[in-house]
């Protein structure tokens, strides 16, 4: 939806399962207009925060699909202002909990699949705003190869140069601004502030208007980096901030019970990285909930899990959130709203939720993440 100052506000539709075209156009007629209808007063346009893996790009890229899917956006008064090309999707020969990373920026498929999101958003976005299509952080630091470290940088950086290329072509060629917002996460191949500035100056210095950051609240939390904090050294350092993503993680320091219940949020679907701090120290990063499960819990010790919550998450005494952050990172966009146009709130999958989580459908936890979200907006000017 559109807010003051020009912004934009959605929420992720990767809330909603589907890998095909078919299961995302299903879940938008239903669950997404059910939000909308909640959420909007009557002919207020509605925004789309768009998810499209592989699969569902090329579906979509066909010319019949396409102009059944614009039909639709100006039937229902919905636009798309944002793409998250961050999960490519099925991706052979990659563990699963790993496919969410795979194939990445080294790759062919990885460029191709990216452009291909940026026709689409060319294709689909109004005249009078720009557009973001978010994306993995390069790689994984794992799949970095020791014996190939600058062989594979190269290939980085050259593919996302293409990249930048064509979001400048689709640009001209539409009149509408597209850019590319890079989104750290733990154990990316750059995951906190200090990393992402290092590898993100040298694109933005030679395509200021293509790249930036996908900045993910969730992520920075887990990191233990006030995010408020982090996008202060982020403007001084002029890297731009493309997208916002509202988003909470899971914290907790109740030690051996609430290890025993996180159990329940270990799935099969998503890498839960997890970091352990004990005093001030520099916490300990952990690849999965299962591995972090298998260590020794010390008294005191903070665990913070990669884990996306709901924003108005159910009271729990074993654990909080790092939703109370937030407030912070709007503060920041409050004092110059020019610095990022899109807002996003994100909660993982529906069907990987724990059932204490789930409090009613999903669309009804969906319409209360927007009131709370839109009251932290008011309360600071950033919404009418």
Known sequence: MRLAHGLHLAYCTNVHRGETWAEVFAALRTDTLAVRDEVCAPGEEYGIGLRLGDRASRELSRPENLAAFRCWLERERCYVFTINGFPYGTFHGAPVKEAVYRPDWTTPERLAYTCRLLDLLGALLPADMEGSVSTLPGSFKEFIEPDRVEGNLREIYANLIHCAVHAAEVSGRTDRRLRLALEPEPLGLFENTAETIRFLEP??????????????????????????????????????????????????????????????????????????????????????????????????????????????????????????????????????????????????????????????????????????????????????
């Open 203 to 384: 694109l933005v210095q030679s395509f200021p208007d293509q790249f930036g950051v996908c900045f993910d609240a969730c992520h920075f939390a887990v990191e233990f980096e006030e995010p408020a904090g982090a996008l202060a050294a982020l403007t001084r350092a002029g890297i731009p901030v493309v997208k916002l993503h509202l988003s909470a993680a899971l914290k907790t320091t109740d030690g051996l019970p609430a290890r025993k219940r996180l159990r329940a949020f270990a799935d099969d679907v998503y890498l839960h990285q997890v970091a352990v701090r004990s005093g001030t120290g520099r916490p300990a990063v952990h690849k999965d909930l299962d591995v972090a499960l298998a260590t020794e819990v010390a008294v005191g010790d903070e665990w913070r899990v990669h884990f996306h919550v709901p924003l108005h998450c159910p009271a729990d005494g074993s654990f909080g959130t790092t939703a109370d952050e937030l407030p912070g990172v709007l503060d920041w966009l409050a004092a110059d709203p020019s610095r990022c146009p899109h807002l996003e709130m994100e909660t993982y999958t529906w069907e990987v939720l724990p059932p204490n989580l789930k409090t009613g459908r999903v669309t009804e936890q969906l319409v209360r993440e927007y009131d709370w979200t839109l009251g932290l907006l008011h309360e600071r000017g950033l919404a009418e």
